[in-house]
């Protein structure tokens, strides 16, 4: 799976296609001061850090997350959160959307009848839950557990559209040889 980008913030592989490597115009105004843009972009990269999100150790904010929360604050308020943008805002909408994208990065599994899921690990074992149409995580589905040497199926749900289990359906896909024996 594709790692958070250090360059843009974004999920993909190797190499920065399209690093941010400055901040954002906007958030200081001709003295220097913050303006309103660089007050709640401010806030809301200090939220980023007590939630963990940002590094607390970094010298200064990733020029990438300044540059989204901007975006952020100039697409104005939502459905979701009516009203003045504030930084707790910018920051759950940043969270929000860094959620959506990293839910949409997960493959998806295709049960044989059909039925669809993406898949998370969950040691041990693995978590199976509904694939929506948005590429969003849907409903909780069922488990995967393993046993403590990781070889052998403790417990597995069952596909809900055909009720064989996860664990019979995925080693007939990995081995489906074995499947006519």
Known sequence: MADLCDG????????????VLEQPPGLLDAHG?????????????????????LDPDGDEFP????????ELYHAGACEFCPGALTGSTLADHFLTRKQEEYERSIPIWACECGWTFKVLPDPPGEVYFAARADGL???LIGYIR???????VKHSDACPGCTRTFAD????Q??????LF
């Open 33 to 53: 001061g913050l303006t309103a843009l660089g007050a709640a972009v401010e806030d809301a990269a200090n939220y980023l850090t007590m939630r963990g999100y």
């Open 137 to 139: 995580l849907g409903d």
């Open 8 to 19: 843009c913030g974004q999920l993909h592989e190797d190499r920065c296609p399209t690093p």
């Open 146 to 152: 393993l046993d403590s040497t990781r070889q052998k």
């Open 169 to 172: 359906t995925i080693a007939e």
């Open 63 to 70: 020029a990438w997350a300044l540059a989204e929360l901007a």
């Open 174 to 179: 990995l081995n489906p040889q074995q499947a």
